[in-house]
């Protein structure tokens, strides 16, 4: 999948992340958003379009199933959002989330844990 998933498609694909496969109905019952079944039915278009879902024919109506791992999302959305405002490097964002969050002792812990465990 090389295109953007956007913020209503991703309403969509964490649903069925959670839950698949499921019809457009019973998406339209979980989002929670105020959309109607023709709203619902045109993001789930769209991602089948863009090789982000499957969907498969069950009587009259369509079973929609991932095809894009949430984990592998995840990954492609973090390394565009790091390209996109730091350039490629890590440390910049790290250095700036530090900065604006006022980060907590337990919470700097957790940091130095998780690059000591990079290191071994």
Known sequence: MNERISDAELAIMKILWEDAPLTATDIAGRVERDWTITTV???????????????????????YSPLVAKDAYIDTESQRFVDRLFGGKFMP????LAEKEKLSS????EIEQILKDLKS
């Open 41 to 63: 039915k045109t993001l789930l278009s769209r991602l089948v379009s863009k090789n982000a879902l499957s969907n498969e024919r069950d009587g009259r109506r369509f079973l």
């Open 93 to 96: 964002l790290v250095a700036h």
């Open 106 to 109: 337990k919470e700097i812990t």
